[in-house]
């Protein structure tokens, strides 16, 4: 198996959304805990979009509640990947919209008398919490609260984030300390072209792929290979 089980589920996303051979990934188990992703690019990359399949994809595997935490409600649905889902599957996730960064620190708290426990959790636009703040206090708190949280309840987390924006700065230096399994987005085209393209990269394995956000918001992906392999490409073709 590549990476844990939830770098796994976000394989498994990019494999909807894919045109080209996606890695082979075994037999993935969704149920139980698994390392947390912290899922992290520019505005406009389309990381709403990417956590809501992984709920709806984690929601169809059945092995618990999924929640969705963000601080407003979901504008569009993503668009891209398999069409026909049973439109039920989003009873199985349940949408929770904490106001600040003291009731996105309750809900963890009080995360253990939950009933029944999640499955997994995800938690969408996590700097839009800590710009008013932004200390590096701040930014360890819910870190740690977050990760204490899930690994008692033994339940997957993936937490997306615009790295370093304004006001939260201080409050990410603690958080990526926090959070070393990462999934990056690096944007490729400028913002004003008609399909814009982002490089996708995880820290570990070091996979990449190619995401495409057309004009219409819909979705495609596209696998390009291991770092190592490039970098053997690379210097095969020096030696020639």
Avoid at 181 to 205: D, G, H, I, M
Wanted: one cysteine or more.
């Amino acid at each position: 198996m590549l990476g844990g089980p939830m770098s796994a589920l976000l394989f498994r996303v990019f494999s909807e959304l894919g045109e080209s051979v996606q890695p082979e990934l075994g037999g993935v188990n969704m149920a139980g805990f698994g390392a947390p992703v912290l899922l992290l690019g520019p505005p406009g990359s389309r990381k709403s979009g990417l956590l809501f399949m992984a709920a709806v994809l984690a929601a169809e595997e059945g092995a618990g509640p999924v929640v969705f935490l963000a601080r407003e409600p979901l504008q569009e649905m993503p668009r891209g990947g398999r069409a026909a889902r049973d439109p039920l599957i989003l009873k199985q996730i349940r949408f929770v919209y904490p106001p600040s960064l003291r009731e996105l620190l309750h809900f963890f708290s009080s995360l253990h008398v939950a009933s029944p426990s999640p499955s997994l959790i995800l938690v969408d636009g996590l700097e839009r919490y800590l710009a008013s703040t932004g200390s590096l206090t701040d930014g360890a708190h819910i870190s740690a609260l977050m990760l204490d949280s899930v690994s008692h309840l033994r339940c997957g987390l993936i937490v997306s984030a615009v790295p370093n924006s304004e006001g939260s700065d201080g409050a990410f230096t603690a958080i990526e300390r926090y959070f070393p399994n990462q999934c990056l987005l690096y944007p490729v085209t400028a913002a004003q072209t008609e399909e814009r393209q982002f490089r996708v990269s995880f820290t570990s394995p070091h996979l990449q792929w190619d995401l495409y956000v057309k004009h219409d918001g819909s979705l495609r992906i596209s696998f390009t290979g291991s770092q190592e392999d490039k970098s053997s490409n690379s210097e095969a073709k020096d030696k020639t």
